[in-house]
Structure formats: structure tokens, C-alpha cells
């Protein structure tokens, strides 16, 4: 059974850093494109962020560019995610993606697994 777990969320004032982690267990994507996304309440789900299979290519929604950074590990079968200067609009459920194939983009229907979410706190 594959499970994506995340983890490091918390409450960290403006300006302030986290790094969240998402484990992955039940198969490897060391070949697949891993992202990041978030969902604040009442809105919809939204890209952050994806990383290609061998961490070379990256790519950044607008709101976070020059302050998130996507990595990943793939002997640990993890991807990361460090959040820095964040900002009280960066609250939200941050949740991480990996699809079967090699979908590099942006729409949440291009992943087929997901972890249970981690919140993150951005207090003014």
C-alpha cells in the first residue's frame, strides 16, 4: 500500500522558516516528478510546487518564488519542502503529490497519490 506521510508543519510567526517532509512508503517514485500543494479554508486546493525525478527541474507558483525551495532525496524516497519569509497568506493544509507516471505540471488530477496533509500556521 503506498502511503505518503508529511510532516514538520506548525505555528511559526511572519518572516519565520519550516521545512515540511513527505516520506514515501509502498514504492518508490525515483522516477516520477513529486509535488507540493496547499488548501487554506474555504478555498480550493492549490499548486506550490513540483520537483522532476531527478531534481533537476523545479518549478514555482508565482506567490512563492524566492521563498520555497522543493528538494528531494531519493535513496530516502522523501521530497521537501523549506519555507522561508513566511507570510500570514501561506496558511493553509499543505499536502505533498507523487503521480504513477511522469506528470510534470500543475492540476491536482495528474497525481494519483497524496499524503494526509500537515498545517502550517503563519501567524502576523
Known amino acids: 500500500q503506498v502511503q505518503l506521510v508529511e510532516s514538520g508543519g506548525g505555528l511559526v510567526q511572519a518572516g519565520g522558516s519550516l521545512r515540511l517532509s513527505c516520506a514515501a512508503s509502498?514504492?518508490?517514485?525515483?522516477?516520477?516528478?513529486m509535488g507540493w500543494f496547499r488548501q487554506a479554508p474555504g478555498k480550493e486546493r492549490e499548486f506550490v510546487a513540483v520537483?522532476?525525478?531527478?531534481?533537476?527541474?523545479?518549478y514555482y507558483t508565482d506567490s512563492v518564488k524566492g521563498r520555497f525551495t522543493i528538494s528531494r532525496d531519493n535513496a530516502k524516497n522523501t521530497v521537501y519542502l523549506q519555507m522561508n519569509s513566511l507570510k500570514p497568506e501561506d496558511t493553509a493544509v499543505y499536502y505533498c503529490?507523487?503521480?504513477?507516471?511522469?506528470?510534470?505540471?500543475?492540476?491536482?488530477?495528474?497525481?494519483?497519490?497524496w499524503g494526509q496533509g500537515t498545517q502550517v500556521t503563519v501567524s502576523s
Open positions: 503529490a507523487a503521480n504513477r507516471e511522469t506528470y510534470y505540471g500543475l492540476s491536482t488530477r495528474g497525481y494519483d497519490y
Open positions: 509502498g514504492r518508490t517514485f525515483s522516477l516520477s516528478p
Open positions: 520537483i522532476s525525478w531527478n531534481g533537476g527541474s523545479t
